[in-house]
């Protein structure tokens, strides 16, 4: 069997891609992945995504969509990717090889985290990665944000906005981030910066308690912010498709926009966006590379 479009990937990208596609009656067949759903999947409250006036925890928004792509007619096999032909338009799994007309790459991208012991346990309880996601969780409390460049600036910048204190902890004794978000950073009364540390440990129980540095000191705090940069899963595709110099995937479409330089390969969500990380952009981007992808079959089959 020959699919219209096979979508790599099973985040908000992915599944927004999925559901615009099948319901533009293109066979489409999704590579899920064996853990699917992308970072959603690791959070729980999400406040930020239109529609849910209550907020909704990540993997039921998640499972949410995977359902209605499944109602329009998705398929959805949960398996790895681990090789790809890109002339033959085949995608290659653990278990069977697929064959379509176009493709949409959706992996998205996966927080760089300290693997420090109590870090993955507190994930969702304390630790995150996204503080334009959880910073109202932390409205009067202390946390701390781990990182030097900037990113991590502004990560800190956002959560004064919500939090009684923010420490910036950094394993160096400078910054690596521009100098304007610098002095944004030291020119902030509710921001502490604490240079030449790591963290050794994050504790808590049900809840992130405080942190443990490598020179045996601790420090109680409600929250910790991971900023030490984002992988995008795009390593399979090294000398098959163009990257930039963080190894995103590059968009390089004239005419279809969010085609990559590979003819009927398209791109969506984080594994090409480093800046907005959210979960409604990469929805966004999955939208328009299935666009993308209806009007490109249509013209040129």
């Not at 440990?201 to 308690?209: A, P, R, T």
């Not at 020179?215 to 163009?242: C, L, Q, R, T």
């Amino acid at each position: 069997m020959t699919y219209d479009v096979i979508i790599i990937g099973s985040g908000p990208a992915g599944l927004t891609a999925g559901i615009y596609t099948s319901r533009a009656n293109l066979k489409t067949l999704m590579i899920a992945g064996e853990k699917w759903g992308g970072q959603l999947m690791l959070t729980t409250g999400v406040e930020n995504y239109p529609g849910f006036p209550e907020g909704i925890q990540g993997p039921d928004l998640m499972t949410a969509m995977r359902k209605q792509a499944e109602k329009h007619g998705v398929e959805i096999v949960d398996e790895d990717m681990v090789k790809i032909d890109l002339k033959a338009y085949t995608t290659y799994t653990t278990n069977k090889s697929y064959k379509s007309r176009a493709m949409i790459i959706a992996t998205g991208a996966a927080t760089q985290w300290l693997y420090v012991p109590g870090e993955q346990e507190l994930i969702g309880r304390g630790v995150s990665s996204c503080a334009t996601c959880d910073a109202p969780f932390f409205k009067g409390k202390k946390v701390v944000v781990v990182g030097g460049g900037d990113a991590a600036m502004e990560e800190a910048l956002v959560l004064t906005k919500f939090a009684e204190e923010v420490t910036i902890v950094h394993r160096k004794d400078s910054f690596r981030a521009s100098q304007i978000m610098q002095e944004r950073v030291k020119s902030n009364t509710k921001i502490k910066i604490k240079f030449n540390t790591e963290v050794a440990e994050i504790i808590g129980k049900e809840k992130v308690e405080k942190v443990k540095f490598k020179d045996g000191s601790e420090m109680e705090v409600d929250g910790v912010f991971v900023a030490i940069g984002h992988k995008p899963a795009s390593k399979i595709f090294e000398g098959i498709i163009d990257l930039d110099e963080k190894d995103y995937i590059k968009r390089q479409g004239q005419k279809y926009l969010t085609m990559s330089n590979v003819e009927g390969v398209f791109v969506a969500g984080d594994v090409h966006d480093y800046r907005y990380r959210q979960a409604i952009t990469a929805a966004g981007y999955g939208c328009e590379a299935a666009l993308d992808v209806e009007r490109w079959l249509s013209e040129n089959t």
